[in-house]
């Protein structure tokens, strides 16, 4: 939870542009030790070009796949939410003297909801007009000594986060990952319309989910990290690498069925298509994105209450997996159907099918005489 109190906004005054400020201010850019260096694109004014840069400095795509109410793309929600999760402590802002009232506004909403420290670098001797009328909504202090400007750059060292920021070491080869052989399933585990506590997860009717090397949790965590900057779709791929779930089951999550003292997750099928309703233990490394699915949820409630994927977020959802260069194992050569290098996602499902459909076709043939 923020402080009831956020810091007060540190405002930098670099009359001279000297170049040891904005160096400064981007060495100390470092996501996974909770700190941010913003330096918004100078041709932009718009609030949404801003939320953009913020996905952006967090190393995400600023664009959110899918359709969303009045064509609005949620990008401050989702910045919100990636900053909670991570989660970021501390925010500088170069060329801040740039800013309009309403962008510096959006941040100081951002830092009221988060918590988070906020420096705004301005390269003029006084405060621009726009940036004093924003700022006399919060608490402020001035400083153009540079020392004290670092402080407020770096703050005291953080803890690291989960998503280490590790080298990509092949960043463009497949990993092929048994966990998702279900993902794309013919089962349609409905939700649960009254409220459901279920018991934890007995595999009674299917094997648990193959479990990831550490290699492939760290590789796979860090691709999800950053190919999509949609909340949603990225918890919900990570809840399919730990529990082996399809699409369909990934649906019945609510925002409530996340428990993150606990760090439980409730999935449901109330038809018991496979296990039934059951509660999943989430692993240290997947957290991070249902935290950020969860805060999410609850910033941009017009996206229909669900935690991790929504009915027609599907064909999205295996598209962010394919930029990510994860897949099911794929049929043997001489096996494959379709346009050479599309991923079969369904050919686990489709070959027990036929399996299941020559078994009844031999108990259904008449005796020979």
Not at 120 to 146: I, K, S, W
Not at 240 to 255: D, E, H, I
């Amino acid at each position: 939870m923020p402080p009831a109190v956020p810091s007060p906004v540190a405002v930098v005054i670099d009359p001279g542009d000297d170049a040891v400020h904005t160096h400064t201010a981007l060495a100390a850019h470092h996501v996974p030790s909770g700190r941010i260096t913003l330096h918004p694109g100078p041709g932009t004014t718009s609030e949404t070009g801003l939320a953009h840069d913020l996905l952006a400095a967090l190393g995400k795509p600023p664009l959110l796949p899918g359709g969303f109410p009045a064509g609005r793309q949620p990008a401050w929600e989702a910045a919100t939410a990636w900053i909670t999760a991570v989660p970021v402590t501390r925010l500088t802002v170069l060329r801040a003297h740039r800013l309009t009232a309403r962008r510096t506004m959006r941040l100081l909403e951002l830092r009221d909801f988060t918590g988070i420290h906020l420096t705004l670098v301005c390269r003029r001797p006084h405060l621009p007009a726009a940036l004093h009328q924003a700022l006399q909504t919060a608490d402020y202090c001035v400083t153009a000594d540079f020392q004290a400007a670092r402080r407020h750059y770096y703050g005291t060292p953080a803890a690291v986060s989960p998503l280490v920021d590790e080298p990509a070491r092949s960043a463009n080869r497949w990993l092929t990952l048994p966990v998702l052989d279900r993902l794309v399933s013919y089962d349609s585990p409905a939700p649960c319309t009254a409220p459901c506590t279920p018991p934890p997860i007995v595999f009674r009717h299917r094997p648990p989910p193959a479990l990831l090397t550490e290699q492939a949790v760290r590789e796979a965590a860090r691709r999800l990290a950053t190919v999509t900057a949609h909340p949603r779709l990225a918890a919900a791929l990570a809840v399919a690498l730990f529990t082996g779930v399809s699409f369909q089951q990934l649906a019945t999550a609510r925002p409530g069925d996340y428990d993150d003292a606990a760090a439980t997750l409730a999935l449901h099928d109330r038809a018991r298509y496979t296990d039934g309703c059951a509660t999943h233990r989430v692993p240290p490394w997947a957290r991070v994105f249902l935290k950020a699915a969860v805060c999410f949820a609850r910033l941009a409630p017009g996206q229909d209450q669900h935690l991790l994927a929504g009915p027609h977020d599907r064909t999205h959802l295996l598209r962010v997996a394919e930029v990510a260069r994860l897949c099911p194992p794929q049929p043997p050569a001489g096996q494959h159907t379709g346009p050479a290098g599309r991923i079969q996602w369904d050919w686990r499902e489709r070959k027990e099918a036929q399996h299941y459909d020559a078994m009844l076709t031999r108990h259904q043939r008449p005796p020979s005489r």
